[in-house]
Nanobody, 118 residues
């Protein structure tokens, strides 16, 4: 059973920073793709950033230049450093993983609430 355990996040003022981490476990040898999605109140879940095992990354246009995704393959852990946060960044952030290149199964973390407010 794949488990994704998230940590980090919380409350920050506009312009501040938050860091998230997510560790995958459950008999996993490696994880092909890991990433972060977010869901704001009343909105659909959207991609924030993803990173592949080889290091390639994709970011939502809204976070480019402010967020950085990274991973530690040895620990099957993904990180998200969020800088210059805006109020519209308030959302529940979910960790996501796909185990192999041909997998269509998405594994999700429990979500962590991040609030950007003064």
């Amino acid at each position: 059973q794949v488990q994704l355990v998230e940590s980090g996040g919380g409350l920050v003022q506009p312009g501040g920073s938050l860091a998230l981490s997510c560790a995958a476990s459950g008999g996993i040898f490696s994880v092909y793709r890991m990433g972060w999605y977010r869901q704001a109140p009343g909105k659909q879940r959207e991609l924030v950033a993803i990173i592949y095992s080889g290091g390639d990354t994709n970011y939502a246009d809204s976070v480019k230049g402010r967020f950085t995704i990274s991973r530690d393959n040895a620990k099957n852990t993904v990180y998200l450093q969020m800088n210059s946060l805006k109020p519209e960044g308030t959302a529940v952030y979910y960790c996501n993983a796909r185990l192999t290149t041909y997998s269509t199964t998405d594994h999700w973390g429990q979500g962590t609430q991040d609030t950007v407010s003064s």
